[in-house]
């Protein structure tokens, strides 16, 4: 096999299937990328058995077709300190040799056709809805979701399909992030996507994507790339039950001012208290040392008397920086209660710093 392929390209597909290589054992063939080159096409492929990235590339020089693997990382890692000209790969004796002039450089290969094959989306089921607003959805719910959980099933977000509505859903136990999408569907069902998945799929889909599924996988795929995920197994929590039925006080936020102002107190502590005045907001750090950090919003809250919240500033943050308008609101009931953050479609449920 032997094809020339200009730097920036190669390099930029090399990028993009980092995130699914194998990192801790390079005797694995799943820390190799999979090269096909046949058809005038070249297929691309990683894999660490839980995600995996099929990209496809019309604009390379196939000299001669076959197929090929070849550790992921080391292969960028030359590609990169190789000039912004053409690179040739070429295979000679189960050896890839990568040629720019007179640079040479050569790694080993495993037998590709060893290389773990790839779901299909033959007869699996497909989920029609808006994408861009899916995508959108993912990343407004994305930070609530746990990182490593022994509940394997909170490493993940809920795809929660109904017959009117699909709900995206998030959370570390602390917090709880919804997004409502106006969907209607014949089938209802759930899935729970890993949060790795989530946050490849919000780098490589920005625009129309078909998207497959079944008990095991999830599969999105557009012209350029094959993206699928092994989905999470369990029960998530009910999180209709944690959500609050009503509230006692009801307040317009701005987006800029509040998010100045909790900026401010996250520069000594990141627990801080705020107070909510008939005419003002005061902020304050939640600190046990004699460091302390202040200031105050003049606004119209339209609350009666003195209300005091106590809470871990990075939760309203990750929601205020995913509000699309100019103002959100904050619903409340008591400081030791949980309270809601809410912009349209959007909510996050978070549990207040209880003293």
């Known amino acids: 096999m032997k094809i020339h392929v200009s730097k920036p390209l ?8 980092q995130a699914f290589l194998e990192k801790k054992d390079a005797s ?38 076959g197929i090929f693997t070849a550790n992921g990382k080391k292969l960028l890692d030359i590609i990169r300190i190789l000039k912004d000209e053409e690179i040739t790969l070429e295979i000679i004796e189960n050896t890839l040799h990568i040629k720019q002039n007179k640079s040479k450089f050569k790694l080993p290969t495993f037998n590709a056709q060893n290389f773990p094959s790839f779901p299909l989306i033959e007869n699996k089921p497909q989920i029609t809805i808006d994408s861009i607003n899916l995508i959108k959805g993912f990343k407004k719910v994305s930070t609530s979701i746990d990182n490593n959980n022994p509940k394997f099933e909170l490493n993940g977000a809920l795809l929660d399909i109904k017959s009117q509505q699909t709900k995206l859903v998030g959370t570390d136990t602390r917090r709880l992030a919804i997004v409502s999408l106006e969907t209607p569907s014949d089938k209802e069902f ?32 557009n012209e350029n790339y094959y993206f699928f995920t092994r989905l999470l197994n369990g029960n ?13 006080m009801a307040i317009t936020l ?17 627990e801080i208290k705020i107070n909510f005045n008939p005419q003002s907001i005061l902020f304050n750090s939640l600190t046990a040392d004699n460091v302390d950090a202040k200031t105050e919003l003049q606004i119209e809250t339209g609350v009666n008397e003195t209300f005091e919240l106590n809470l871990n500033s ?37 549990m207040p710093i209880i003293a």
């Open 254 to 270: 701005p987006k800029k001012e509040m998010l100045e102002a909790i900026k401010t107190i996250t520069t000594i502590s990141t």
């Open 28 to 65: 694995q063939i799943t820390s190799h990328v999979y090269i096909e080159a046949l058809n005038d096409v070249v297929n691309v492929k990683a894999t660490d058995g839980e995600i995996g990235l099929l990209t496809t590339s019309k604009n390379i020089i196939i000299e001669e077709e």
């Open 314 to 350: 990075r939760y309203m943050l990750d929601f205020i920086s995913q509000v699309e308008s100019h103002e959100f609101q904050l619903l409340l009931n008591e400081p030791t209660l949980p309270f809601v953050l809410k912009d349209k479609e959007f909510i996050t449920v978070i």
């Open 10 to 17: 190669i390099e930029s597909i090399l990028i993009n299937v």
């Open 190 to 221: 759930s899935l729970i996507i890993p949060k790795k998945a989530i946050l490849e799929i919000q780098k490589l889909f920005i625009d129309k994507i078909n998207i497959h599924y079944d008990e095991t996988n999830l599969i999105i795929q």
């Open 236 to 248: 998530y929590p009910d999180y209709k039950r944690i959500i609050p039925s009503e509230h006692k």
